[in-house]
């Protein structure tokens, strides 16, 4: 028979924290992602539970490491998230491809910084938002059609 008992001590708040953070990570980026890939577009489920969750995970260890100084590790990530949104744009002579896929993984990793921040309220209500303002000018153009 195994002795486990050694995860006793092992397993506090701050791990519990991170699984709760990392489970709605999981579920936040799985619906978005979810929805991109439904419309066929870039950067869908593994993009957004990775940005999601590294956000999340990133922002934790900054609070744990430096309480005093949160903000140096997320102004990191908004700087690593900026680099990642750069490469995902593309420019076709006149045209721009991708500002709204990076758009989103941007606003992804606002969502994991709200998770690693504990505030997994905030970062439901932004991943439902996440889900219904891509097909808001689905709808308006909808609407507009029937009127024509």
């Keep these: 028979m195994t002795d486990f008992s050694f995860l006793a001590g092992a397993i506090g708040v701050p791990e519990l924290q991170f699984v709760t953070g990392l489970i709605l990570s999981f579920a936040i980026g799985y619906a978005i992602g979810e929805e991109r890939e439904s ?17 999340a995970l990133f922002t934790m260890l900054g609070m744990m490491m430096d309480p005093a100084s949160p903000s140096r590790v997320a102004s990191q990530v908004i700087t690593g998230i900026g680099f990642l949104g750069a490469g995902l744009i593309l420019k076709e002579g006149m045209s721009v491809k991708n500002l709204t896929t990076a758009a989103s993984v941007w606003y992804a ?33 909808k609407k507009f059609d029937e009127h024509k």
């Excluded at 489920?45 to 956000?55: K, Q």
């Excluded at 910084?113 to 938002?129: D, V």
């Design 109 to 141: 990793a606002a969502i994991g910084m709200a998770i690693g921040s504990g505030l997994y309220i905030i970062a439901s209500i932004a991943g439902i938002a996440a889900i219904i303002v891509p097909r808001i000018p689905h709808i308006g153009r």
């Design 39 to 55: 419309r066929g577009k870039d950067a869908g489920i593994s993009t957004h539970i990775f940005v999601i969750a590294g956000s």
